[in-house]
């Protein structure tokens, strides 16, 4: 039987005449509310409805647990995951808050223990999945019990439209009906527009305060390379930057997941496999071994990421185009939610291009619904062809202004040069259309250049007046102006199954040579690492979006000891417990004991992430470590 109880760690002597400071301070040992945070949960403390839409790792969480904290009753939180709720309340309960979950994980008599629970004003947050919570048998249970608030986390899931939609969470409106006394909170890091007047107005919540957070991610450094030997690409990308860390490596297909991560075991660095074809113990061992471990890799479609709440995801690699920009947000979002320096890497090329419009023009929906959707894919497109700052394109994309590039992308470190590509876009389209339009990048750049390959005498194609006619750039050259004529919708891959290329209404005065056409200059393919200058701490900083400077793999040769010997304390502790190591100090606390070196409790208390519990359960523990380093 589990524990549901420990002793509630509510400040002894309130400090300060703000009680939700007080609770900050003494449960979860940070010094001061972040961004909105402080105006959040006073309008929630205060009894008013929110709508909160926070980028992940802005700090959502804080938002409902310190109300729950300080108002009167029990906290409820609608939580989609069984995953996120048990990280969840396992991370409470280390911080002495009297939490517990209800979901099917659980057994009936420890449900039933859980309910009484509620029922006697034992738990200050209890969270439930959507499908428990409107049961009549806990609607009952909840009116006879004094409510602090209900939490809605991850609202998003109310939208049809959305990634993750679930039935279950149309139902929650009737929350207002039945408790209009108790405010509520939803919460989400989704950026869309669509989905933000969505969640408001089917979770009735057409009269709360909105809060609306930028969602600029400033620690995640943005970089997309053009595909070459993709494996090889991203194993000098681990080994350059990310030999300890643990990240997650997306691809689109199962059976590529599958190699990619045995080619990585074969090649040194461990990786596991995740994908919705695997069988559900296999999938739940691999994402507990990767929560519960550090420097693992994860190869995984996108079924793999929501609730998955651990906090040092080094870095998100794709292999494969994500369908849109919004899940290339939510899905490199799922890096550096710590705020530590993180990296969003992606290698990108015309296959996939061509696969994602196939898939595209393959599927089921409507044709409304089809063209919102090559929409989203030509936005993605711009995003890895753009000689702009990637994360001025992207925050552009959420409508979000950002007025000076960021310092901390690809093309703000490495501008990239443009060219006058309008004779080449010419001799490309003209290639394309000369050989009827029915052939892809590969063939096409054949006859560019020249090449007499079989299937180029075959077809006759030797004797157009394109073959070889572009001599003047290499092949990796055509493959970019391609990509580029896709990306700008001067081209359009072919919905008939081939692949192939036709020319678009804007192709048109392109090919006739009416309108002239700029295209950016792939960088060279360099020997560098990805982020030595963030390490280095030179990276150009002073944009807006400057990212922290702090960073374990930035640490010099005694730091660097002592970092590893608070993190091989921590995972003994974690194991220990069963529990994964960010619960009991999250990297940043053990980079603030590297910095500060706390011989004493006192000191030891003032670190970020230590409160009156963690220091009563582990300061001994890490202040030994510290005292042998010092
Ligand atoms: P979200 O749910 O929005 O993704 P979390 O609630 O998980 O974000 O918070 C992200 C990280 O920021 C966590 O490591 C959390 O402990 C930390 N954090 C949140 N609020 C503060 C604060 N006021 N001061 C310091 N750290 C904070
Ligand atoms: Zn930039």
């Given amino acids: 039987m589990f524990s549901l109880f420990s002793s509630s760690s509510r400040s002894p002597s309130p400090a300060t005449d703000d009680p939700a400071l007080d609770v900050l301070r003494s449960v979860f040992g940070y010094d001061r509310f972040r961004g909105q945070q402080a105006e959040i949960i006073g309008h929630v403390i205060g009894g008013g409805d929110?709508?909160?839409?926070?980028?992940?790792?802005?700090?959502?969480?804080?938002?409902?647990?310190?109300p729950a904290l300080v108002r009167e009753g029990v906290t409820v939180v609608v939580s989609p995951l069984i995953a996120l709720m048990r990280d969840q309340v396992t991370a409470l309960r280390q911080l002495g808050v009297r939490a517990a979950f209800l979901n099917s994980s659980l057994s009936l008599s420890e449900s039933r223990a859980v309910e009484r629970a509620v029922a006697n004003g034992e738990l200050d947050l209890v969270y439930v999945a959507p499908e428990r919570l409107v049961t009549p048998r806990f609607l009952e249970l909840l009116e006879r019990t004094p409510i602090a608030l209900f939490a809605l986390d991850e609202a998003h899931c109310v939208s049809q439209w959305g990634h993750d939609f679930r039935p279950?969470?149309?139902?929650?409106?009737?929350?207002?009906?039945?408790?209009?006394?108790?405010?509520?909170?939803?919460?989400?890091?989704?950026?869309?527009?669509?989905?933000?007047?969505?969640?408001?107005?089917?979770?009735?919540?057409?009269?709360?305060?909105?809060?609306?957070?930028?969602?600029?991610?400033?620690?995640?450094?943005?970089?997309?390379?053009?595909?070459?030997?993709?494996?090889?690409?991203?194993?000098?990308?681990?080994?350059?930057?990310?030999?300890?860390?643990?990240?997650?490596?997306?691809?689109?297909?199962?059976?590529?997941?599958?190699?990619?991560?045995?080619?990585?075991?074969?090649?040194?660095?461990?990786?596991?496999?995740?994908?919705?074809?695997?069988?559900?113990?296999?999938?739940?061992a691999n994402q507990d071994r990767f929560i519960k471990s550090e420097g693992l890799v994860m190869v995984a479609t996108v079924a793999f990421g929501m609730g998955i709440d651990k906090p040092n995801v080094r870095f998100v690699a794709h292999l494969d185009?994500?369908?849109?920009?919004?899940?290339?947000?939510?899905?490199?979002?799922?890096?550096?939610?710590?705020?530590?320096?993180?990296?969003?890497?992606?290698?990108y090329g015309m296959s996939d291009v061509v696969v994602l419009r196939q898939m595209l023009e393959q599927s089921e929906a409507g044709d409304a619904h089809r063209r919102v959707e090559r929409g989203k894919l030509e936005a993605m497109l711009g995003f890895c062809e753009t000689a702009a700052c990637r994360r001025q394109v992207l925050l552009n994309y959420f409508g979000e202004r950002m007025p000076e590039p960021c310092g901390n992308c690809d093309t703000c470190q490495e501008p990239v040069e443009t060219w006058d590509g309008t004779v080449a876009a010419q001799k490309a389209l003209a290639a394309v259309y000369r050989t009827g339009q029915r052939y892809g990048a590969g063939h096409l750049i054949d006859v560019l250049l020249g090449k007499a390959t079989d299937k180029v005498v075959q077809q006759g194609h030797d004797t157009l007046k394109t073959f070889g006619v572009g001599k003047d750039l290499s092949k990796g050259e055509w493959q970019s102006v391609f990509r580029q004529l896709v990306a700008g919708g001067y081209l359009t891959v072919d919905l008939e199954g081939y692949g192939g290329f036709r020319l678009t209404d804007a192709g048109v005065p392109v090919a006739k040579g009416q309108q002239t056409v700029r295209l950016r200059r792939d960088p060279e393919a360099k020997k560098r690492r990805t982020t030595d200058a963030l390490r280095r701490g030179t990276a150009k900083?002073?944009?807006?979006?400057?990212?922290?400077?702090?960073?374990?793999?930035?640490?010099?040769?005694?730091?660097?000891?002592?970092?590893?010997?608070?993190?091989?304390?921590?995972?003994?502790?974690?194991?220990?417990?069963?529990?994964?190591?960010?619960v009991i100090f999250h990297d940043s606390t053990l980079l603030a004991m590297v910095e500060e070196r706390p011989l004493d409790r006192r000191d030891f208390a003032r670190l970020a992430g230590v409160g009156t519990r963690k220091l009563d359960l582990y300061a001994d523990s890490f202040l030994e470590v510290i005292h042998k380093y010092a």
């Fill in 50 to 66: 929110a709508l909160v839409l926070m980028p992940t790792g802005g700090g959502k969480s804080l938002c409902y647990q310190v």
């Fill in 541 to 582: 900083r002073g944009g807006p979006s400057a990212g922290p400077s702090r960073s374990p793999s930035g640490l010099d040769p005694a730091d660097d000891a002592l970092w590893h010997a608070l993190r091989a304390c921590r995972l003994e502790l974690a194991r220990d417990q069963g529990v994964p190591p960010y």
């Fill in 168 to 284: 279950e969470y149309l139902q929650l409106s009737i929350l207002h009906e039945r408790f209009p006394a108790v405010p509520r909170i939803a919460l989400t890091a989704t950026a869309d527009a669509q989905t933000r007047a969505e969640i408001a107005e089917k979770l009735n919540l057409g009269d709360a305060r909105v809060f609306i957070s930028s969602f600029d991610r400033p620690n995640i450094t943005y970089r997309v390379v053009p595909k070459n030997n993709e494996r090889q690409q991203l194993l000098a990308f681990l080994t350059d930057n990310h030999e300890e860390d643990a990240g997650i490596v997306y691809c689109l297909s199962r059976a590529k997941v599958e190699e990619v991560a045995e080619w990585l075991n074969a090649h040194g660095r461990e990786a596991l496999p995740y994908h919705a074809g695997l069988p559900a113990e296999v999938r739940e």
């Fill in 321 to 347: 185009l994500p369908k849109s920009l919004e899940a290339y947000y939510q899905e490199t979002g799922r890096a550096g939610r710590d705020g530590l320096p993180a990296n969003a890497w992606m290698s």
